[in-house]
């Protein structure tokens, strides 16, 4: 079940609201949680009940494992080392099963002209997600951190429907204690309002923005055989914006749901497009990620604890882990690699000290952001090269007829003149969005900033119900979430 969808706004979201309270007012407490796992199973299903076993083992399997890491040395029969290797490699092995059986075999069949049948497995929806809380909860729990005894209040953690999907990544600790609250057990009318008034910027974001650049993403890197420069960077520049408003979108639509139930969730998001290093980048970007590939991944490595050198190299497998992680192709491997290198690099030169006017800063790191994304876009290396080659060719210059009658000498060097962003369904408006969208990503505050400010008026009332209306009437076609395809 997508967010951006009339069963979900006008049944599921209303139905799951009023009984949950309904039974938290009749103080059936078990009860209530019990509603919510099975409508966030629900939820999950409404895609493909096929994988429900999938999850509810999953579930069954990383509770036992976290909980026997508790008992006492009396107690256990394992170590608790042995306990988290086992759940960590599990976790990977079945991630590994459904996501990267098809990437091994393709590479094997390459490197040793094998003939190997590919398993062509449907990947098993928000399995990356979480796999990796999962795999956190472990590990806190062998950190002496976590403590889960009641299988249901578990599984409230990994089915909470907001976040299961596509996060954010949320810790064990950060969530139980708000579900054990009495006071959340009860309607919070300032948290129903702020939650309708994130999820309406979520749903104008998603349905509104992001969908309108998908369709001359969508036109450049899969259906065009050939880019000029403009349309090129229409292309890339169309993807960039997608993939934010997208993703933010779906985690404000998250926070927003989440905060009906009197639930906070983590912020996902901080105007990564206003970072001025890519340090800055990754500290605004998919923050639950980040936070995630640190604890787990890069400070266990080592962190910065062994050295420049060290350093380094953790940076860099951690950031070839992430990307990964994102999708079993080339594509995102290196798209982990360029990210990793460019932390490298910001590494170094802050040990050289020079310093970089702001705006220059700013341009380079978001010309970075916006050629690597060409990489994570792309299907294959064809299609990078595609788009990439015509960002920096001079030899295919088109402009817009209109201006041929005072640039027209220009013809002398190789430059039309005919629809500028013809091979991509765009137009003037494509400009127009491009322009308009970089100024609302640099210029107005970003919807965490809008929450923490946010006090419930006639003005916010108005605005909810056009930015909400707006979203519900452009459900005309409904898309999938990028997300849900890693």
Do not use: C
Not at 21 to 48: H, I
Not at 111 to 125: D, I, N, R, V, W
Not at 312 to 325: A, R, V
């Amino acid at each position: 079940m997508l967010f951006n969808s009339y069963e979900f706004i006008f049944l599921f979201l209303p139905i799951t609201f009023f009984i949950y309270f309904y039974l938290n007012s009749k103080r059936l407490a078990t009860a209530s949680k019990g509603f919510l796992v099975f409508a966030s199973l629900f939820f999950y299903s409404w895609w493909n009940i096929v994988y429900l076993p999938l999850i509810l083992a999953s579930m069954l399997l990383n509770f036992i494992i976290g909980n026997s890491m508790t008992q006492t040395k009396e107690q256990k029969k394992i170590s608790k080392k042995q306990l988290l290797t086992f759940g960590i490699v599990g976790n990977l092995a079945l991630l590994g099963y459904f996501k990267y059986s098809d990437f091994f075999i393709t590479n094997i069949n390459l490197a040793t002209k094998s003939g190997f049948e590919l398993l062509h497995l449907a990947l098993p929806l928000a399995i990356s997600f979480f796999t990796f809380q999962q795999i956190a909860y472990l590990v806190d729990s062998y950190r002496g951190e976590t403590k889960e005894y009641d299988f249901l209040n578990y599984a409230i953690f990994v089915t909470f429907f907001p976040q299961l999907i596509a996060g954010p990544i949320v810790h064990h600790k950060e969530m139980m204690p708000q579900f054990a609250s009495k006071w959340n057990k009860v309607k919070n009318y300032r948290n129903i309002a702020l939650g309708l008034f994130i999820f309406s910027i979520g749903l104008f974001k998603k349905v509104v923005i992001a969908d309108t650049f998908a369709v001359w993403a969508t036109a450049g890197f899969d259906n065009a055989t050939i880019l000029a420069l403009f349309e090129a960077w229409a292309t890339s520049l169309s993807y960039t914006f997608q993939l934010y408003f997208d993703f933010s979108g779906y985690t404000d639509m998250a926070i927003g749901a989440a905060l009906l139930f009197n639930i906070k969730l983590p912020i996902n998001f901080n105007s990564p497009y206003k970072a001025i290093d890519i340090q800055d980048f990754w500290r605004r970007w998919h923050i639950t990620l980040s936070r995630f590939l640190k604890d787990y991944i890069y400070i266990p490595l080592g962190g910065n604890r062994k050295g420049n050198f060290g350093t380094y190299n953790n940076l860099l497998i951690t950031f070839l882990l992430g990307g990964l992680w994102h999708g079993a192709a080339w594509t995102f491997v290196f798209w982990g690699f360029l990210h990793g290198i460019a932390l490298v690099l910001h590494r170094l030169w802050q040990k050289i000290g020079f310093k970089l006017w702001s705006w220059l800063a700013w341009l380079i790191t978001f010309n970075f952001i916006n050629i690597s994304w060409v990489f994570f876009r792309a299907k294959e290396w064809e299609d990078a090269v595609k788009v990439l080659g015509g960002m920096v060719s001079l030899d295919n210059v088109v402009l817009h007829p209109m201006l041929q009658s005072k640039l027209g000498f220009l013809t002398q060097y190789g430059i039309t003149f005919a629809g500028m962003f013809e091979n991509i369904s765009g137009s003037k408006m494509t400009i127009a969005w491009i322009l308009g969208t970089l100024a609302l990503v640099l210029l107005f505050k970003n919807s965490m900033q809008k929450m923490k400010s946010f006090t419930p008026n006639k003005k916010v009332a108005v605005f909810t119900a056009f930015l909400l209306s707006f979203g519900i009437l452009s459900l005309t076609k409904v898309s999938e979430f990028l997300y849900f395809n890693f």
